[in-house]
């Protein structure tokens, strides 16, 4: 059990929100840093006042979808996610949440060192989407990527693609964004 200490808000919980697509009653919110408040009779390594980043989905990596990297597709990652109670959501929104045990065992809790601020880590679940989508688009040095839209999710691209020794180039409507991005490393 971890008590939310911060939770990022992600678009994704917004549009759930926003467009009732789901049966209630939920409690959304995964991208969650808090304090573990309780462990369970078979958790090991993990103890009560630890600082970690909560992952709300840890897939397999045995079925087919997993082996081809499609791990949104496989059913042990759409089925065990962490909890408020109810049907599970996330439940970041919530003051307490769940981890299922295949998520603790499977790497799903994360450590945060103490120089590391609760709003620093919760960004490590956005993040983690933004290099494994570099990953996937096997972004190298000298390449140029072009990041549509400055928006937070397109500012966290520019620094991996940065850090892949690629060139990141940005798009945006809004100016402000784009100085943002330029801050950020992007590339005129």
Known sequence: MVQVRVLGLC?????????PLYEPPRIFGHETAG???AV????TGWQ???RVVVMHHIP???C??????NFSMCEVYKNITTTAGFAPSGGGFAEYVKVP??????????????????????????????????????????????????????????MPVNY??????ATDLLPSRLEKALELGMKI
């Open 60 to 62: 397999c990596m045995h």
């Open 11 to 19: 678009q994704s919980d917004i549009k759930k929100i926003r467009y």
């Open 101 to 158: 045990g295949h998520i603790v065992r499977n790497g799903g809790l994360i450590l945060i060192p103490d120089q590391v601020t609760f709003e620093q880590a919760s960004f490590v679940e956005p993040t983690n989407c933004c290099l494994k989508a570099v990953k996937k688009a096997r972004v190298e040095p000298g390449q140029t990527v072009l990041i549509t839209g400055a928006g937070p999710i397109g500012l966290m691209f520019v």
């Open 164 to 169: 892949f020794g690629a060139r990141a180039i």
């Open 48 to 50: 009560v006042g630890q």
């Open 35 to 37: 304090v573990i408040s």
């Open 64 to 69: 087919t979808y997993c082996l081809n990297e």
């Open 40 to 43: 369970g009779e078979e958790v």
